[in-house]
């Protein structure tokens, strides 16, 4: 069964540093999104993306992040210069529709210190 | 806000026991989507409920939704210790963007 795969599971960096979160997304979707869970709150919206750009992004997603698909089956998220508030678990979920299933990743747990 | 809200937080029960979870939510909306997930885990998508739907069965999962009251329910049947876990229900706004709003989750106890 097509999943979405994230890489890597865990992340360890040093406040100020950028990270790149990476996603595979299932092959014949069109939608994609990163969500973040900060370690026992809920899941929040980042961002979604489609056509190659950005449909719409939360308050989060400031100019520290941004999103691109570099090729046709990646899709990335990096944080160029990262706080300790960014520490959290990143999901990647993709979806074949606008208003379908959205299939979410295993996570990326980032940890700033 | 768009926030949906489980109820309960907490849910402790037997083996063989149904489990039941509410979902609230303030805005009208395309489609409801239950997940799963295990602690540090990721979020496994469970059943997904249209705004015409009103019932929707899955296996041993039965979800609801009343949009008059702008609820949803997640019926667990027969429960089993596997089935321990967080659940959370998340709405997409019916404005044409894609985004989910998740609960606050309810979290699962299946004791054997």
């Known amino acids: 069964e097509p999943e979405v795969t994230q890489t890597p599971s865990h992340q360890v960096t040093q406040m100020g540093q950028e990270v790149i979160l990476r996603c595979v997304p299932i092959s014949n979707h069109l939608y994609f999104y990163w969500y973040r869970q900060i370690l026992g709150q809920k899941v929040e919206f980042l961002v979604s993306f489609y056509n190659n750009e950005i449909s719409e992004k939360s308050e989060i997603f400031d100019d520290q992040f941004s999103v691109e698909r570099p090729d046709g089956s990646n899709f990335t998220l990096k944080i160029r210069s990262t706080k300790l508030e960014d520490s959290a678990m990143y999901f990647c979920?993709?979806?074949?529709?606008?208003?379908?299933?959205?299939?979410f990743g295993p996570g990326t747990r980032l940890t700033v210190t | 806000s768009q926030q949906g809200e489980e109820d309960p937080q907490a849910l402790s029960i037997q083996e063989g026991e149904n489990a039941t979870m509410n979902c609230s939510y303030k805005t009208s909306i395309n489609n409801l989507q239950w997940y799963r997930q295990n602690s540090g885990r990721g979020l496994v998508h469970l059943i997904l409920?249209?705004?015409?739907?009103r019932e929707k069965h899955s296996g041993r999962l039965r979800v609801t939704l009343d949009t008059s009251k702008k609820s949803s329910s997640l019926l667990i049947t027969a429960s089993r210790a596997a089935d321990t876990a967080s659940y959370f229900c998340?709405?997409?706004?019916?404005?044409?963007?894609?985004?989910?709003?998740f609960g606050t989750g309810t979290r699962l106890l299946v004791s054997p």
């Open positions: 979920a993709s979806s074949g529709d606008r208003s379908g299933e959205q299939y």
């Open positions: 998340a709405t997409d706004a019916n404005t044409g963007f894609q985004k989910l709003v």
């Open positions: 409920i249209r705004s015409n739907e």
